[in-house]
């Protein structure tokens, strides 16, 4: 059984920096994809980064790009979300995602991915 438990999060001021970790069990990263999505309250969930584990191909949002940096360490089967000059409106709840199956969509697409962590939050006050 896929288990995806989230960690990191945290009330920072703007401009400060978190790294979220996303510890993966009962699933090898292997050929596959994963990624970060955050919802604020009242607000839809969007993908914020995501990365195919085969050849380490990333994706971001401009809402986050050249801030954000998606990575991940096989070996530890741990996905990571570096976030840099956060602003408050980065203020959410951050969900770690993976796709195990055979399910399609675009990288930013909730339909892409078949498993999903409890989350972590993330409060950013300017």
């Known amino acids: 059984q896929v288990k995806l438990v989230e960690s990191g999060g945290g009330s920072v001021q703007a401009g400060g920096s978190l790294r979220l970790s996303c510890a993966a069990s009962g699933y090898t990263f292997s050929s596959n994809w994963m990624g970060w999505f955050r919802q604020a309250p009242g607000k839809e969930r969007e993908g914020v980064a995501s990365i195919y584990t085969r050849g380490g191909s990333t994706y971001y949002p401009d809402s986050v790009k050249g801030r954000f940096t998606i990575s991940q360490d096989n070996a530890e089967n741990t996905l990571y979300l570096q976030m840099n000059g956060l602003k408050p409106e980065d203020t959410a709840m951050y969900y770690c995602?993976?796709?195990?199956?055979?399910?399609?969509?675009?990288?930013?697409?909730?339909?892409?991915?078949?498993?999903w962590g409890q989350g972590t939050q993330v409060t950013v006050s300017s």
């Open positions: 995602a993976a796709r195990t199956g055979r399910t399609t969509g675009a990288w930013d697409s909730k339909d892409l991915y078949d498993n």
